[in-house]
């Protein structure tokens, strides 16, 4: 078997609010597989966002391991935990956060010449992911302009425009109706597939969930496995 490009190990979280301490995540271990797409499931404040925050170098662990493609990043410094993000890892959340002064295409441009590519290149790019998730006619309109699934399609294809190996998504359709969901989540696992990534997505969507290769539920701090 491949080796895993995503492994947490023992990994807990732990919050202070005052007097009281709440525990979030108690010792959560995960392989993600190159290629396979994962759903992680639970209720509202079962910590899903926590972990994957923290799978993702943006929050750090009180314990345990975060290793990401062969690199454990429990002693790296901001730097290179940013790089690391930049060029190995996708998110993609619940809201869409584009940036609302520039059109779809500007949007999916911008983080690839911030990682180094030409604007010919990156304007290739971005062209060639629209078209994908089927909304290459949208290219030139803003955020403001778009509909919400066309906005989320934005979203998903800048998460992937850089060539990650690791896709962490956060509830990605779940700002969505259900046919337009249906409809997102389609396009974003044919995408994913094909640019052939790895992908942790938390969702609240059993029928979504059950069309990954794998389930996780997180309860009370810890990781079942359907």
């Known amino acids: ?29 995960l392989d993600l597989y190159p290629g ?10 079962s910590g899903k966002s926590t972990l994957l925050q923290t799978a993702g170098l943006l929050e750090k662990a009180d314990g345990g391991e975060v290793v990401i493609d062969g690199k454990v990043c ?6 290179t935990r940013t790089k690391i993000r930049r060029d190995v890892l996708g998110f993609v959340y619940q809201f869409h956060h584009l940036l609302p002064e520039f059109d779809a295409e500007e949007n999916i441009i911008l983080p690839q010449m911030i990682g180094g590519k030409s604007f010919h290149e990156a304007r290739i790019r971005a062209r060639d992911l629209l078209k994908e998730v ?18 989320q399609r934005v979203a998903i294809v800048r998460a992937l425009a850089n060539r990650p190996k690791i896709l962490l998504a956060d509830e990605p359709t779940g700002n969505l109706d259900e046919h337009t969901a249906a409809s997102v989540f389609e396009k974003l696992t044919q ?7 790895s992908a942790l997505i938390a969702t609240h ?4 969930a059950k069309q990954m290769d794998r389930i996780f539920t997180l309860h009370e701090g810890q990781l079942l496995i359907q």
């Open 134 to 151: 089927g909304i290459l006619e949208r290219a030139t309109h803003r955020p403001a302009r778009l509909s919400g699934g066309e906005q």
């Open 1 to 29: 078997m491949n080796n895993p490009v995503l492994s947490l190990k023992n990994l807990k979280r732990t919050f202070h609010q005052g007097p009281a301490t709440l525990q979030v995540l108690r010792g959560i271990t």
């Open 74 to 79: 429990s002693s790296l410094n901001d730097a």
């Open 191 to 197: 995408l994913v597939r094909k640019e052939n990534l």
């Open 36 to 45: 396979e797409i994962v759903a992680l499931v639970g209720p509202s404040g």
């Open 205 to 208: 969507n059993m029928d979504l």
